[in-house]
């Protein structure tokens, strides 16, 4: 993504257009609150939604702006307001004007209430994945002001979610195009997150190790790492997911318990790293997973399972992977895995892979099939023939 090229688009006054396609490729306007000009808030207007500024919730409320009342998890309006020396406030050029103000920090008393700028409240990017919060990252990556003009994309029938529409409004009128995915992955690389909370001494059959605990303010999962120093500038590494059936009730469905030993075994002998990830049943939870199990023994393989509850066939992501490998301070490593996906998340990052080391599954009559479908369906690389 070339920030400076949208920065660049900006400030000649284009708008960026702002997907999201995690919910139906739902699109808004974005520009900088700071810079609001009539001529860019006339066209922003004119996509037909709801013109709105973004800011931050923690900001807004301790400058005495109030928010409306809202579900959990639902956008965070406020009371919509005008600048107190607005004639009307409902102008593009009275609007703009607004906007600049409340970019300029003003507090409650310098406007009048109820207005014509509405008014939302970010709860950070980590909390919720919106376009009021991507919005907010989008202008501090962009060297602005984290206040934001904001406004859905409506087509010519006043629907929204319409993608093909945003795309082609965008090429019309030279618009930037940028996904929340995108700013959310410069989010994560920006920003660290999370941090070292405690390190204790772990003996274990497999040999002594450390065990790190983390302070995790990006997906508030509690991941651990186990380590085995000195690991040296290019550790092994393993980043296993959590497995309650397989790493402590030895199921002999899946690969997860040997993986996970082998691991240990291997990174004990050498120095290493493992990543314990709390993504239980590739990233859907324990609950949904036992009920995959269910579908499972009616028939359908794992991929299907999951997609039959209406999950992806792997929902895992790496985004606190590569915060706890920067935390330890660690950015190349000999990754053990069978999953190029792992490799490619991490290198995404800027954690450079130099290295897959085989990790070969334990094969059992119970796991044969789960192990074919990992091969066929989800690309994975077994150094064992099943």
Known sequence: MNWDSIRNAILDGKPVVLIDNR?????????????????????????????????????????????????EGETNFLIPVDYGKNFTGITA?????????????????????????????????????GHTEGSLELMEILGFKRYALIVEILDEKGDSHKGEYALKLAGEHGLPVVNIDDVWKEFVKRKQLIKV??????????????????????????????????YGEVPLLRIHSKCLTGDTLASLKCDCGSQLANSLRMIAQGGGILLYMDQEGRGIGLKEKIKAYELQDRGLDTVEANEALGHRADERTYEAAFQMLRALDVS???????????????????????????????????????????????????????
């Open 332 to 386: 190349k490593v000999r990754l053990i895995t069978n999953n190029p996906a792992k490799a490619k998340a991490l290198e995404e990052f800027g954690i450079e892979v130099v290295e897959m080391v085989p990790a070969p599954p334990e094969v059992t009559e119970y796991n044969r099939t789960y192990l074919k479908v990992k091969e066929e369906k989800l690309g994975h690389r077994l150094p064992v023939k099943v």
């Open 23 to 71: 919910r139906e490729f739902e699109a808004d306007l974005v520009y900088p609150a700071e810079i609001a000009s009539p001529e860019v808030v006339n066209f922003m207007l004119s996509m037909k939604g709801l013109l709105c500024l973004t800011m931050d919730m923690g900001e807004a409320l301790k400058r005495g702006f109030f928010p409306l009342p809202s579900k």
């Open 197 to 230: 909370y405690a390190n204790a001494r772990l003996p274990t059959r497999y040999g002594e190790f450390r065990i790190i605990a983390f302070e995790n303010e990006l997906d508030f999962k509690e991941h651990v790492a186990i380590v085995r120093e000195p």
């Open 93 to 129: 050029e009275e609007r703009a004007l607004t906007a600049k103000k409340l970019a300029e920090g003003l507090s409650i008393e310098h406007f009048r209430y109820p207005g014509h700028l509405h008014l939302l409240g970010g709860v950070g990017l980590n909390r919720r994945r």
